[in-house]
Structures are given as C-alpha cells and as structure tokens.
C-alpha cells in the first residue's frame, strides 16, 4: 500500500527545492502577477478573498507612511485654525465686555441725570414764594407817657 505524500515525514530540503523549482511561495507569485499586469497596462486585482486581504495589507504598509503624514498634517492645520478663532474669540470676549461697561456708565449717568434733575423740581417745589409779612406797629412814647416819665407807652 502506498502512503500518500501529505502523510510522508517532510524534509525541509526537499520543500526548498520544490519552492525553487516551482519559483517560490505565493506572495512571489503574486507579485510577479502584479508587475506583469502593471507591464501590459492592466490593474492587479486579486481574485480570491485571502489575495484581497493580503492585497489591502500591502497596500496600508505602502501607505502608511503618507497616512501617518497626512494624519499629521491634519492636525497641525487644525492647531493653525484654533489658534485665529480662540483670538477672535478673546477679541469678541473684550468687545462684549467693553460694550458692557460702556452701556452700565451710559445707565449710571442717565440715572445720575434723572436724580439731579428730580431733585431741582423737588426744590423748585418747595421753595416757598416770598410772603408779605404786615409791618409791626412801632411803639412810639405818648405824650402822656412822657409826661409822666415813664418813657414808652404799653
């Protein structure tokens, strides 16, 4: 009875020959399929779902290092953008703020205003208009008093 090879002890040397002869593992084979379809003007496109998958992972390898600096770029040009808004947000805090006190003096003064003018009607008001007080009699000595020497009359 015969043993079927996948069943028969390997020996490494022979799967190297084996690989040599048959021109390497698979991922040789792929690439040769990739620069050959590449030379005859045709896209690499993988077939099966193992060849996608290993097709995406060389891909991302290649990329990365664009991924990693467009990712980097990404922020720095994120940072260049905050940094104008949050001035122009401290500017518009200062304005704001400005606008503020300026309209609570304008209330202040309006207020300052309106007390002193209140106050002058108020003393308008009460000012008492002259009154006409009658003369008071003058005591005058009388003849009589003098007469008698008592000087003033009573």
């Given at each position: 009875m015969?043993?079927?090879?996948?069943c028969?002890?390997?020996?490494?040397?022979?799967?190297?020959?084996?690989?040599?002869?048959?021109?390497?593992?698979?991922?040789?084979?792929?690439?040769?399929?990739?620069?050959?379809?590449?030379?005859?003007?045709?896209?690499?496109?993988?077939?099966?779902?193992?060849?996608?998958?290993?097709?995406?992972?060389?891909?991302?390898?290649?990329?990365?290092?664009?991924i990693?600096?467009?990712?980097?770029?990404?922020?720095?040009?994120?940072?260049?953008?905050?940094?104008?808004?949050?001035?122009?947000?401290?500017?518009?805090?200062?304005?704001?703020?400005?606008?503020?006190?300026?309209?609570?003096?304008?209330?202040?003064?309006?207020?300052?205003?309106?007390?002193?003018?209140?106050?002058?009607?108020?003393?308008?008001?009460?000012?008492?208009?002259?009154?006409?007080?009658?003369?008071?009699?003058?005591?005058?000595?009388?003849?009589?008093?003098?007469?008698?020497?008592?000087?003033?009359?009573?």
């Amino acid at each position: 009875m015969t043993v079927h090879r996948s069943c028969q002890p390997q020996d490494p040397e022979c799967d190297r020959a084996d690989d040599q002869a048959r021109g390497g593992d698979g991922g040789d084979r792929a690439a040769r399929a990739a620069i050959g379809t590449s030379r005859a003007g045709r896209d690499y496109a993988p077939v099966t779902l193992r060849g996608v998958f290993n097709a995406a992972v060389t891909e991302a390898r290649r990329l990365s290092v664009y991924i990693e600096r467009g990712t980097e770029w990404l922020r720095e040009i994120g940072r260049r953008a905050r940094e104008p808004a949050a001035r122009i947000a401290g500017l518009a805090e200062v304005a704001a703020q400005t606008l503020r006190q300026a309209a609570q003096e304008r209330h202040a003064a309006e207020a300052a205003r309106q007390e002193r003018q209140a106050r002058e009607l108020a003393r308008q008001a009460v000012k008492p208009e002259p009154t006409i007080v009658p003369k008071q009699s003058i005591k005058v000595p009388s003849i009589v008093a003098l007469s008698k020497g008592r000087g003033f009359s009573r």
